[in-house]
């Protein structure tokens, strides 16, 4: 049914246009060693070897008589100038996506077949052109602004048409070329100037050989055969072929399938003069957050994490990643760019040293981690804070600073200050996944009980004495030396005398590095008061105080 | 009816009526500690005062906290979390701030209006202007405020005398149990009350016996 349905309307292909540079990853290798400042070659011919074989080569080693697919040592006998230099297709993917959003400036809708080829449709630009010869003219004059002259136009119902258009000499038959470089088959006269074509264009290889032992070697007499036959006997691969010789239309859709514009959704902005107080750059950076938020939110993404650029008007950069507990918004990106300017080292008063700068001239925002904004929804019952509990924590914390008001969360570790740890407010929690491992975990050593009320930050330094007033230290044995009758704190001595205490345990970590074991001690003081200490190189320190 | 009968019903109208209207402002409250509060709770827009123990202060949060609402630590850089989260604080709604810096009763203003019991160590020197404009937030907002140290006018002072700890001898045993001896002040008059903590949470007088074996 297809098939009566094709044979019908062999015209329904739409007009396209095809855009070609020549050799280019030859081009596109000059170009990289133009943009990273190295010597041209020595010599015009130039080709490009993957595998032992030539992969491009350019004009010049083409007239010495250089072909692609050729051996290297072949290539070098042919033309003894070669430069012969690896071929990169991540270059040549790279160098021509400029030239691609520069061709989108200018027609919309342009995909990319591969690195120096790309189609877009001929019906809106040579409308608005004025004729698809015009159309052509204006891509061509612009892949001359970009230092490609040698590129072609080729334009014609279908893809494969309009491709073989643009690599066929001016003097083909069925064809205009009313210009240098561009090549038009007139509408419905694809077919015609395909049939001339060998069929080695439209096959592989190795169907090729099967349809020359036929005896059919023009897309001509490909496209003469009944498509039922050639389905029945090729299969799909057949078929597909017979399609293109016979410049058919796609059975339903489009041929072209036009990529999506990329996007830059990282912004910047120029302070001129500099800025050197954060209130200040985070009121210039007002109008920045927002646009970027917005343009993420256009794009329906929301950021997870943020890189903020500070750059001095020095030229000194200041970089940080910030991660967010779940989306940024304009007033949290202001926040982490006035913290992060907060946070860096800063002169001191009348000191000609540090940072020497007058100022942020330049800060950009780019996305680190984005997310669909789909998966961010609020839900039906709340699952982020309460938004009026995160108004008021983060107004103090544009107060006082970003690490002065967090929550805790316990982790995994021996010491009291290993198994706490800090999160300031609207940040990610660092190791949720646990790097340190989880505080249920079986921490040998660690302290069983109820723990103290209070952990000192850094452990304060102690003394235990006994009745004769005499240090008590550990023995060989893991034992205390004597009866510890007192304690003395930051060299304090408290008057409550030692009423009971807890045999030494001992935390043995690392004992294969040699690392001295450390012991832990719960004392009970005659007025009720209790302590956690610990014993450390020959030292007491106090880790906990049961308040 | 004779006049003394009447006084009685009355007075016993007036008990039957009183907890009813106190109980619109009152916060869940550790059952352990509902003896030393008057009114058997602690109270929405209230101040209350306690000496002597960190352990004793957290454990007035404790309650409202695991019961949903979110609390504030304020000014204690020596905040342990372990012993908070055994009494029942959920650690990822207590809000800490450990270096509130010069201006402690203005940031306390501005979060109790989010905080439903804010724990503060407060400065040396409490101007009684801040202290008045706490208060009618606090009033305004609904939320309790528990001082460890002097505060003025408090709903009650909560001072401990007296601490016994039980399970440690002389080189051998753990901590494992506290006595407090807590001396109130209060509407009530004073009074002397027992808190007693087993394996780090108020142990529930009503039930003696019954130990949470595992540690919240």
């Keep these: 049914m297809n098939a009566t349905v094709d044979r019908a309307a062999p015209g329904t292909a739409e007009r396209i246009i095809v855009f070609w540079v020549p050799?280019?990853?030859?081009?596109?290798?000059?170009?990289?060693?133009?943009?990273?400042?190295?010597?041209?070659?020595?010599?015009?011919?130039?080709?490009?070897?993957?595998?032992?074989?030539?992969?491009?080569?350019?004009?010049?080693?083409?007239?010495?008589g250089v072909r692609i697919g050729l051996r290297e040592t072949e290539a070098q006998s042919r033309c003894p100038s070669l430069v012969v230099t690896p071929h990169d297709a991540e270059v040549d993917e790279r160098r021509f996506a400029p030239v691609l959003a520069a061709i989108e400036q200018l027609i919309p809708g342009v995909e990319p077949i591969r690195a120096g080829l790309c189609t877009m449709r001929a019906r809106g630009?040579?409308?608005?052109?004025?004729?698809?010869?015009?159309?052509?003219?204006?891509?061509?004059?612009?892949?001359?602004?970009?230092?490609?002259?040698?590129?072609?136009?080729?334009?014609?119902?279908?893809?494969?048409?309009?491709?073989?258009?643009?690599r066929a000499a001016a003097?083909?038959?069925?064809?205009?070329?009313?210009?240098?470089?561009?090549?038009?088959?007139?509408a419905a006269a694809a077919a015609a100037f395909l049939s001339g074509l060998p069929v080695a264009r439209a096959a592989d290889p190795a169907f090729t050989e099967v349809l020359h032992g036929l005896g059919i070697r023009t897309l001509g007499a490909l496209a003469a055969l009944p498509e039922d036959a050639v389905r029945q006997r090729f299969g799909p691969q057949g078929v597909a072929a017979h399609r293109r010789a016979s410049a058919a239309g796609p059975q339903h859709g489009s041929e072209l399938r036009p990529r999506t514009p990329v996007r830059e959704l990282s912004v910047e902005l120029a302070l001129e003069p500099p800025v050197a107080h954060a209130e200040q750059l985070a009121f210039a950076c007002m109008t920045l957050a927002e646009r970027f938020?917005?343009?993420?939110?256009?794009?329906?993404?929301?950021?997870?994490?943020?890189?903020v650029e500070l750059t001095d008007d020095i030229g000194v950069r200041h970089e940080r990643v910030w991660a967010?507990?779940?989306?940024?918004?304009?007033?949290?990106?202001?926040?982490?760019?006035?913290?992060?300017?907060?946070?860096?080292?800063?002169?001191?008063?009348?000191?000609?040293?540090?940072?020497?700068?007058?100022?942020i001239g330049h800060v950009r925002l780019s996305p680190v981690h984005t997310d669909r904004a789909a998966a961010h929804e609020p839900g039906l019952w709340s699952t982020e804070p309460d938004t009026r509990v995160h108004h008021h924590l983060s107004r103090v914390q544009s107060r006082l600073g970003h690490?002065?008001?967090?929550?805790?969360?316990?982790?995994?570790?021996?010491?009291l200050t290993d198994r706490q740890s800090f999160i300031p407010w609207s940040t990610d929690r660092p190791g949720r996944r646990g790097a340190r491992g989880s505080a249920a975990d079986p921490w040998p050593g660690s302290l069983p009980g109820p723990a103290p009320t209070l952990v000192f930050p850094a452990p304060l330094p102690a003394e235990l004495v006994d009745d004769t007033g005499s240090a008590v230290g550990v023995d060989d044995e893991d034992l205390l030396t004597a009866r510890p009758t007192q304690l003395r704190v930051n060299s304090t001595a408290l008057s409550a005398l030692v009423c009971g205490w807890s045999p030494l345990w001992p935390l043995r970590e690392q004992w294969w590095r040699g690392s001295p074991p450390r012991f832990r001690l719960q004392l009970q003081l005659s007025d009720g008061d209790a302590w956690l200490l610990l014993h450390e190189g020959g030292r007491w320190h106090a880790e906990g105080r049961y308040d | 009816m004779n006049p003394a009968a009447t006084v009685r019903s009355l007075q016993q109208r007036i008990t039957e009526m009183q907890p009813l209207r106190l109980d619109d402002r009152a916060l869940p409250t550790t059952p352990g500690l509902r003896p030393l509060l008057p009114g058997g709770a602690l109270s929405k827009g209230a101040s209350y005062a306690v000496h002597g123990s960190m352990q004793l202060a957290l454990a007035l949060l404790a309650e409202a906290s695991s019961a949903g609402s979110w609390c504030g630590v304020i000014g204690c850089p020596g905040f342990?979390?372990?012993?908070?989260?055994?009494?029942?604080?959920?650690?990822?709604?207590?809000?800490?701030?450990?270096?509130?810096?010069?201006?402690?009763?203005?940031?306390?203003?501005?979060?109790?209006?989010?905080?439903?019991?804010?724990?503060?160590?407060p400065p040396s020197?409490?101007?009684?202007?801040?202290?008045?404009?706490?208060?009618a937030k606090l009033r305004e907002h609904g939320s309790a405020l528990v001082a460890m140290g002097d505060w003025p006018r408090p709903e009650s002072t909560l001072r401990v005398t007296e601490s016994r700890w039980r399970g440690l001898g002389e080189g051998h045993g753990l901590l494992n149990e506290r006595e407090l001896t807590v001396q109130t002040l209060d509407r009530r008059g004073p009074a002397r009350h027992t808190v007693r903590f087993a394996g780090g949470a108020v142990a529930d007088p009503a039930l003696p016996e019954i130990r949470r074996l595992v540690p919240r």
């Excluded at chain 2, 012993?83 to 990822?92: E, I, N, P, Q, Y």
């Excluded at chain 2, 009684?128 to 706490?134: A, D, L, S, T």
């Design chain 1, 293 to 307: 938020i917005s343009g993420l939110a256009e794009e329906r993404l929301v950021c997870t994490a943020l890189r």
């Design chain 1, 125 to 166: 630009a040579a409308r608005y052109y004025g004729g698809e010869q015009p159309a052509a003219e204006a891509v061509l004059k612009l892949a001359a602004q970009l230092g490609l002259p040698g590129a072609r136009i080729g334009i014609a119902d279908g893809r494969f048409a309009a491709e073989q258009a643009a």
């Design chain 1, 403 to 415: 690490t002065s008001v967090g929550t805790i969360a316990l982790t995994g570790g021996r010491l």
């Design chain 1, 23 to 64: 050799d280019w990853p030859v081009h596109a290798y000059l170009r990289e060693l133009q943009g990273t400042a190295q010597e041209p070659p020595p010599s015009p011919a130039i080709a490009l070897i993957a595998n032992r074989r030539v992969a491009a080569c350019s004009e010049a080693a083409r007239a010495e």
């Design chain 2, 80 to 121: 342990g979390a372990e012993a908070a989260a055994s009494l029942g604080v959920a650690l990822d709604r207590c809000v800490l701030v450990p270096d509130p810096g010069a201006d402690t009763l203005g940031i306390v203003g501005a979060l109790s209006e989010v905080l439903t019991v804010v724990l503060l160590r």
């Design chain 1, 171 to 186: 003097t083909e038959p069925g064809l205009l070329a009313p210009s240098e470089g561009v090549r038009i088959v007139p």
């Design chain 1, 324 to 359: 967010h507990p779940h989306r940024f918004t304009p007033a949290d990106a202001v926040n982490r760019v006035r913290w992060q300017l907060a946070a860096m080292p800063t002169a001191p008063e009348g000191v000609e040293h540090g940072r020497e700068g007058a100022g």
């Design chain 2, 125 to 135: 020197r409490v101007r009684p202007g801040e202290v008045e404009r706490i208060s």
